[in-house]
Nanobody, 126 residues
Framework: QPVESGGRLVQAGDSLRLSCTAF????????MAWFRRAPGREREFVAHISRASGDIYYAESVKGRFTISRDNTVNTVYLQMDSLKPEDTAVYYCAAADPGPIGPTLATRPLAYDYWGHGTQVTVSA
């Protein structure tokens, strides 16, 4: 399964980069995504990057502030988070989907993904 890292306590306005490393496989073979779950809320979609990096989608709440990318040479997917807000506080999960067509609607749904990490906590103080 994927392994996330990089979560920590930061202040509003700060930047943070999360990493998701491979799980005995090559990330280049999978569509990858980040989801998050805030206290008392459902898991929500954050960002998706397709296997060939040709399709990238973001939740409206993070568009313009977060950037998803992948570096296949080090088998890692990143989530660069800038201008962080207290409402970004959540456990962030990395997810991977087996190759196959995933459009922009399905890409936002947890059921599209086959493998999940345990999450990394991001806390943004006001």
């Amino acid at each position: 399964q994927p392994v996330e890292s990089g979560g920590r306590l930061v202040q509003a306005g700060d930047s943070l980069r999360l990493s998701c490393t491979a799980f005995g496989r090559t990330v280049s073979s999978y569509h990858m995504a980040w989801f998050r779950r805030a206290p008392g809320r459902e898991r929500e979609f954050v960002a998706h990057i397709s296997r060939a990096s040709g399709d990238i989608y973001y939740a409206e709440s993070v568009k313009g502030r977060f950037t998803i990318s992948r570096d296949n040479t080090v088998n890692t997917v990143y989530l660069q988070m800038d201008s962080l807000k207290p409402e970004d506080t959540a456990v962030y999960y990395c997810a991977a989907a087996d190759p196959g067509p995933i459009g922009p609607t399905l890409a936002t749904r947890p059921l599209a993904y086959d493998y999940w990490g345990h999450g990394t906590q991001v806390t943004v103080s006001a």
